[in-house]
Every structure is written in C-alpha cells, then in structure tokens.
C-alpha cells in the first residue's frame, strides 16, 4: 500500500507473479497501462470497478509478457580489460588478463580469474572468454543444486538448461523443464538456492498461491528476504553482458 489512490497488485501470468502499481484518478476517463525500469504501472478512473481489472490485464497478457521481456535494464559497464572487477558466486574476483593460446582455459586461483588470449588489450575476446566461463560453471552449480534440492523435495530431477533472459532469473515449463538465467552465477549461493528452491516448487503447485509458497518455505526457509536481496543485486548481475 502506498496511497490512496496508489496500491501495489500482483497478477498471475503465464505462470508467474507479475507486480504492478496500481494508480487510480478522478481525472482518468480510460485505462492505461505502462511499462519501465518500475515494472508494470496500471492507471485508471477512480470510479472505475476493481471487479474486472484482473480479465483486462489477462487480455493484453501477451503485450504485457513481451514488454517485461524486452525491457531494457540499465547497469553499469563491466570493462573487459585488466583488473576489472567481477563477480562469481556473491565474491569479487580480479580480471588478470595476459598473454597465452586462444584456447588456454579459463583458471580461477583464489580472488583472480586468469584469462589468457593472444592479444591482452582485445576486449572481445577477453569478454567471450569470461561468459563463456560463466556459463559452464553455472550449468555445473545449477544441476548440482537442482539434484539436491530435488531429492530433499521427494520429486525426479528435472532437465535444466540456461537461460539469457533480460528480466527473469528461472523458470519451469509446463513439461518440468526449469531454465536458470546463467547471470545467478554471480550471485551469493543462498540467493541461487531460492531461485532453484521457487522453480522446483513449480513442479508440485504451477502457481504462486500459499500453497506454493509453503513448498517453497520447506527448502528456502529465508526465501522472503533472499528475495528482496535478488531485487537489490540485480543492476549489478545484468552488468554482464
């Protein structure tokens, strides 16, 4: 609740929880409806009935789902040089960049992730090498902890693959299939547990009522504020791109 005439809402679309603020004026004579960096805001008459507000926003579903997609997140730059600074399972890693064979591996030696390429200054390459690093140990964590939280929730471990979404960190398709935005391997261990812990609830409740969220408590007991620190960390996970 913000105001009297600005609340926030949530709606259930293609199977997620979408927030949105609510905004209601005397001076409105249509619905409108707006997409930004905020979410999802709703503006309509303040005489308007609440009634029929849900079967409105599920009609313009598909606009909605397309324009969270596309949305643009501003971050800051990572500068894919020597000694920048990156993030891996919630640490500050150092870019050491030097010379070596395009095909050198990518080595992790306490604080320093060792990049060789042939030309130290190349940024691409230095960039191409680093992601691509992130993604294999992502896959690696991912199916690690989704075995695991699997067996603890009494369920078979699901097909897992990564995702490059701009705006959701999982998901779990209609079939049991769950995709992992690749970028959570960044973040601190106990926030990419509650991700795995929601997408695995989806196997049991295709939903976000109290049933759901109970499944999920069982697993992530701290899911709430794992949430709100997801929300803040964000911008920062995004910076790689």
Same mark, same amino acid.
């Given at each position: 609740?913000?105001?009297? %005439?600005? !609340?926030?809402?949530?709606? =259930?679309?293609?199977?997620?929880?979408? @927030?949105?603020?609510?905004?209601?004026?005397?001076?409105?004579?249509?619905?409108?409806?707006?997409?930004?960096? %905020?979410? +999802?805001?709703?503006?309509? @008459?303040?005489?308007?009935?609440?009634?029929?507000? @849900?079967?409105?926003?599920?009609?313009?579903?598909?606009?909605?789902?397309?324009?969270?997609?596309? +949305?643009? /997140?501003? !971050?800051?730059?990572?500068?894919?040089?020597?000694?920048?600074?990156?993030?891996?399972?919630?640490?500050?890693?150092? +870019?050491?960049?030097?010379?070596?064979? +395009?095909?050198?591996?990518? /080595?992790? %030696?306490?604080?320093?992730?060792? /990049? &060789?390429?042939?030309?130290?200054?190349?940024?691409? &390459?230095?960039?191409?090498?680093?992601? &691509?690093?992130?993604?294999?140990?992502?896959?690696?964590?991912? !199916?690690?902890?989704?075995?695991?939280?699997?067996?603890?929730?009494?369920? $078979?471990?699901?097909?897992?693959?990564?995702? #490059?979404? &701009?705006?959701?960190?999982?998901?779990?398709?209609?079939?049991? %299939?769950?995709?992992? #935005?690749?970028?959570?391997? =960044?973040?601190?261990?106990?926030?990419?547990?509650?991700?795995?812990?929601?997408?695995?609830?989806?196997?049991?409740?295709?939903?976000?009522?109290?049933?759901?969220?109970?499944? /999920?408590?069982?697993?992530? @007991?701290?899911?709430?504020?794992?949430?709100?620190?997801?929300?803040?960390?964000?911008? $920062?996970?995004?910076?790689?791109?």
């Amino acid at each position: 609740m913000r105001s009297n %005439n600005q !609340t926030t809402h949530s709606i =259930q679309i293609g199977g997620r929880e979408i @927030p949105y603020i609510l905004k209601a004026s005397p001076r409105r004579r249509t619905v409108g409806m707006r997409i930004d960096r %905020n979410g +999802l805001t709703v503006s309509i @008459p303040s005489r308007m009935s609440r009634r029929d507000l @849900p079967d409105m926003l599920l009609r313009h579903a598909d606009w909605i789902e397309k324009k969270l997609e596309h +949305l643009s /997140v501003t !971050t800051p730059e990572i500068e894919w040089e020597d000694s920048a600074q990156l993030l891996y399972l919630g640490r500050e890693l150092t +870019l050491d960049a030097h010379p070596g064979g +395009l095909r050198s591996p990518v /080595v992790l %030696n306490g604080e320093v992730l060792s /990049v &060789a390429t042939p030309d130290p200054d190349d940024s691409t &390459a230095i960039r191409r090498k680093v992601l &691509a690093w992130y993604r294999q140990m992502a896959l690696e964590d991912f !199916t690690r902890r989704i075995a695991i939280l699997a067996a603890k929730l009494g369920v $078979k471990t699901p097909p897992v693959s990564l995702s #490059n979404a &701009a705006t959701r960190w999982g998901s779990c398709s209609s079939r049991g %299939n769950i995709r992992l #935005n690749w970028r959570l391997i =960044q973040a601190p261990p106990p926030i990419i547990h509650y991700v795995v812990a929601h997408e695995l609830a989806h196997l049991k409740e295709m939903n976000h009522s109290p049933k759901f969220w109970a499944i /999920v408590e069982t697993m992530c @007991p701290d899911y709430v504020d794992l949430r709100k620190q997801l929300k803040t960390l964000s911008a $920062k996970l995004h910076a790689a791109q």
